[in-house]
């Protein structure tokens, strides 16, 4: 089984949440329950980094889903090259812990540039019952 999805999300904030329901959609619809709620926070950060950090005027962001036996792999396509690194906030910091967050949750996670003049892709990977995360 191999399984793939994407959905193109305009750059307002309501898209944060629609793409929480399309990753839980798709995951429920392949019938891939383990993990969904770690997927469905890192969906929320990395669109949420996408929406204020990532997205060119205009411009909105892809969430991709793709899945097979070992491996549920989510990707985040946005507009801007600029890479994003996980950083240790303060207490009193009221933002920051996203990628940390991505960090703790996934079973890896990266950054590259997208195949095209500008954009990045940042993506996570969360092991399937029994799988192994590349």
């Known amino acids: 089984m191999t399984e ?3 959905r193109l999300f305009k ?9 929480r329901e ?3 959609d798709a995951l429920a619809g392949w019938g891939l329950p383990h993990r969904a709620e770690d997927i469905r926070l890192c969906v929320s950060e990395l669109a949420t980094n996408a929406l204020v ?6 411009h909105g962001f892809l969430v991709r889903l793709d899945a097979d036996e070992e491996e549920v ?4 396509h946005d507009s801007r090259r600029q890479h994003p690194a996980a950083r240790q906030a303060a207490d009193t910091d009221l933002s920051g812990r996203g990628l940390t967050l991505v960090s703790v949750l ?5 950054v590259q540039d997208a195949d095209t003049p500008f954009g990045k892709i940042v993506w996570s990977c969360f092991k399937a019952a029994g799988g192994t995360a590349s």
Do not use: I, N, Y
Request: hydrophobic share 35%.
């Open 106 to 110: 996934s079973d890896g996670w990266g």
């Open 22 to 24: 399309f990753a839980m």
């Open 4 to 6: 793939t999805t994407q």
């Open 73 to 76: 792999r989510l990707e985040l």
């Open 11 to 19: 750059a307002q904030p309501e898209s944060v949440g629609l793409a």
């Open 53 to 58: 950090h990532g997205t060119l005027d205009d």
